[in-house]
Antibody, heavy 126, light 108 residues
Framework: QVQLVESGGGVVQPGGSLRLSCAAS????????MHWVRQAPGKGLEWVSF????????YYADSVKGRFTISRDDSKNTLYLEMNSLRAEDTAVYYC???????????????????WGQGTLVTVSS | EIVMTQSPATLSVSPGERATLSCRAS??????LAWYQQKPGQAPRLLVY???TRATGIPARFSGSGSGTEFTLTISSLQSEDFAVYYC??????????FGQGTKVEIK
């Protein structure tokens, strides 16, 4: 079945860096766009970044633009999130999620997120 | 950016009762609206997409409706496993993809 497994979280000091990974299985990874979504402790869901299936386009939330970089390695079926200049407000559980597409009159659109990984906790603290 | 607003923040319901959750978009998102369920310590789980299509394996007691800016998730008869936080999510106009702040369904 489709499975996403995140790793790489941990405790890092403000200003530090961390790289998250999301290992995918059970589907043709290279055919799907992928998202990162985060959830601060006790808070709601915040979209972080998206990469298209072929890596041709990448999008970022304003809160992480210029500090985070999304990438993918289709040979390893793995999604990455490189996080630099980390701040206390970046503390959260980070989820990866597969995008589902749908078509209307032969045109394909990006849709809902499913499934999600179990998440990896990033704590930014001195 | 499309702002998604959910109401109420908390809904207290007895098992077996009906629960109605609302989600409003700051501008039309057509039917590009999904609902997710999240239990403590777990990842979100897809319930509904396209505003009204149940995801695979989701019980029939969950139903979604609406289009444009007003959406509803109804749980017809709450079971013990349904007490959780529910999020709506629009994928019509992006970036950014946006979520509501969540509705917590708790036992009355």
């Amino acid at each position: 079945q489709v499975q996403l497994v995140e790793s790489g979280g941990g405790v890092v000091q403000p200003g530090g860096s961390l790289r998250l990974s999301c290992a995918a299985s059970g589907f043709t990874f290279s055919s799907y766009g992928m998202h990162w979504v985060r959830q601060a402790p006790g808070k709601g869901l915040e979209w972080v970044s998206f990469i298209r299936y072929d890596g041709s386009n990448k999008y970022y939330a304003d809160s992480v633009k210029g500090r985070f970089t999304i990438s993918r390695d289709d040979s390893k079926n793995t999604l990455y999130l490189e996080m630099n200049s980390l701040r206390a407000e970046d503390t959260a559980v980070y989820y990866c999620a597969k995008v589902n597409t749908y078509d209307t009159s032969g045109v394909y659109y990006l849709g809902w997120f499913d499934p999600w990984g179990q998440g990896t906790l990033v704590t930014v603290s001195s | 950016e499309i702002v998604m607003t959910q109401s109420p923040a908390t809904l207290s319901v007895s098992p077996g009762e009906r629960a109605t959750l609302s989600c409003r978009a700051s501008q039309s998102v057509s039917s590009d609206l999904a609902w997710y369920q999240q239990k403590p310590g777990q990842a979100p789980r897809l319930l509904v997409y396209g505003a009204s299509t149940r995801a695979t394996g989701i019980p029939a007691r969950f139903s979604g409706s609406g289009s444009g800016t007003e959406f509803t998730l109804t749980i017809s008869s709450l079971q013990s496993e349904d007490f959780a936080v529910y999020y709506c999510h629009q994928y019509n106009n992006w970036p950014p993809w946006t979520f509501g702040q969540g509705t917590k369904v708790e036992i009355k």
